[in-house]
């Protein structure tokens, strides 16, 4: 039995409940099935869970989804609707006439449809069941991640070769006779990544101070003598699996500052590698960075360390568990990343992001890319 | 005053509230902030909305949300949270600490912060107002609509001219020695819609048999003399809005039933283009073709006109309103795909997409690639 049936049985429910499209993890997760329109997802112990999708998807939902399959009608919607015009009360119905009984819900469940069912049958959330199913990666689901991690790594290759090569013509780095922009060195690891059937989104490449921002995306020109601060993190178009990786570099020679905070996000990085165990919590493996970085005078606030120092990832980029301040105990099979930043408003910032799985001796980092400020 | 601050105010609620994500498009809209993680938005009537965001993304998100943003310190989490651990209790108590009343929520809204808020302040839900806000497109979002659609026309020339200029060796189409196969005409039309600034998502090659499955992907070699589906939807990186267009091509000779089916299609759209208008039911429109459809003998269960007309397009592929079976009334401002299509398990599917825009006049069909069965 996994976990997701005991906690329906713990739970006295009869059932667990998903509503969504594919986009929501848990449901990608749950049915293996690519859909934009939200379907209906019932998991009973002891059966193979089952989703409600309308006619027109019923046969691919059949070829491509590892649940059984229902249509909407087959579910006795149609009937209900004649009486029922409220789709979200109508819905309920038809959930309540398959479960026959109280059902668990995740805790992002609709609330609409949450009320609604409430009126016919118990409701209860489900809080850590399915995340801690979903954080245990099985093998396949190891190599689904390592494959977009390929990926990522030519990608970054194409990128840091770009800078590396680059021209410099009045501070500018230069491709030719144009300046090399971030969107160049964006639009070339795209390809490669559409190339190996990986989706990209919101891929960093930022330069000087806006690397002091670590969200920011990065536009215009890149300078050198910078810190250029790269961050890829796309979704296999198949399978919807993410892998996530940064590196900084800098084309010419970097500011006293950018080499100091390099060298200590290096070692911080190898720290934490050595500490991600089993049994160890996310909380710990984070603080004992903190206490690294402070030793060297830098903060967790607006400046130094400001975000955790990993997360899980998976179908979604960041998912549990957290290695950061509520960070949860780590287990087997966690797919997680390793990412120490340090950060300086007006001066820049520096981060450098590997992926691993938790085993049983420890952190085997699937990333094999070279930490290199001046490649 | 706009759609939200009246349903606001006409619920007896003191503000909207918001909590997910950019993947959300609710909260995409309401703060044009693109986030992987999640944040809370805070509207009251007659003030700007607000998000709280974490420290890390408060300078991004003062760059580019046009809500005003709060860290989640100055929004008091951080000391609500060292008495209370649970994710949801600590939100919900943040949250019912700015808003002092009742708040308005979304049909989607999670449930298990919708229950913690519950026991704190009234919570409604918001089924109409929202919705209808963002099925009313503004110039700059049909703008930035129609700037995607340029992208997607360009993309779907590139595939055709791709399968026009094909050879033909042994029933397979060709390009040079090697089977011209479906991945080939995709990757492609991506290239295409990267350099555009767009992410395209399960963009659909199918050929064949396939085709009678209206959301099959497709794969492996194209045929001749069998219709060939392509259908594009991609979004733009920077402002999230999608476009949304498909074609049915064939390289060589298509069957009768094929060429029938594709007239059929084309006098549908025609049809529909000229009765979308302000004040009709999306229902209205998508009856008045089924009604076509049948009079030539095709139904609409398992094969003949599987799905809906159209569908609203904006910040989700497929949003309000619906031309379906319970289609509202379409008002000036709304963006839809007219999309009728025909599938013959067994044979084959026919389907042509446009979009356009419902003006005071009718619909202006932004689309302005040819409908050509043999290119």
Chains 1, 2 share one sequence.
């Not at 229902?70 to 029922?84: V, W």
């Not at 479960?99 to 609409?112: D, E, K, R, W």
């Not at 920011?216 to 961050?231: F, S, T, W």
């Not at 290695?323 to 990343?337: C, D, H, I, K, R």
Request: glycine share 10%.
């Amino acid at each position: 039995m996994d976990a997701l049936e005991e906690a329906i049985l713990k739970s006295g429910s009869a059932a667990y409940v998903a509503f969504g499209s594919s986009q929501d993890a848990d449901m990608r997760y749950l049915t293996r099935f690519s859909t934009t329109d939200p379907i209906v997802y019932i998991k009973k112990p002891g059966e193979q869970g089952t989703v409600v999708v309308s006619q027109m998807e019923y046969e691919r939902a059949r070829r491509e989804s590892t649940a059984s399959v229902m249509t909407r009608s087959e579910a006795g919607l149609f009937e209900i609707q004649e009486e029922e015009k409220d789709r979200w009360r109508a819905l309920a119905r038809m959930i309540a006439g398959l479960v026959h009984g109280g059902v668990l819900v995740s805790p992002h469940f609709p609330y609409a449809l949450a009320k609604e069912l409430s009126t016919l049958v118990e409701v209860r959330i489900d809080r850590a069941a399915l995340v801690t199913m979903r954080g245990r990666k099985s093998e396949w689901e190891i190599g689904m991640i390592r494959q977009v991690q390929v990926a990522v790594e030519e990608a970054m290759q194409t990128g840091i070769t770009m800078i590396r090569k680059a021209g410099i013509r009045g501070g500018l780095l230069s491709r030719g006779a144009v300046p090399l922009t971030s969107g160049m060195v964006r639009a070339a690891m795209h390809q490669i990544l559409l190339r190996r059937g990986c989706t990209p989104a919101d891929t960093i490449v930022a330069c000087g101070e806006e690397t002091a921002f670590p969200h920011i995306r990065g536009e215009g020109a890149l300078r050198a003598d910078e810190p250029i601060v790269i961050d890829i993190f796309p979704r296999d178009d198949q399978t919807g699996y993410y892998s996530d990786m940064s590196r900084t570099v800098c084309r010419g020679e970097p500011a006293p500052e950018i080499r100091e905070m390099f060298w200590a996000v290096s070692e911080a990085q190898d720290l934490a590698e050595a500490r991600i165990l089993p049994g160890v919590t996310g909380e710990e493996v984070y603080r004992a960075v903190v206490d690294f970085f402070s030793e060297l005078g830098y903060g967790t606030g607006n400046s130094g360390f400001v975000h955790n120092l990993g997360h899980g990832v998976g179908l979604e980029v960041h998912e549990a568990p957290s290695l950061g301040p509520s960070g949860e105990v780590l287990v087997q099979g966690n797919v997680v990343t390793n990412e120490p930043g340090l950060y300086l408003p007006g001066t820049g910032g520096v981060r450098l992001e590997n992926i691993g799985v938790i085993e049983e001796g420890g952190f085997i980092t699937m990333t094999r890319f070279p930490r290199e400020l001046v490649p």
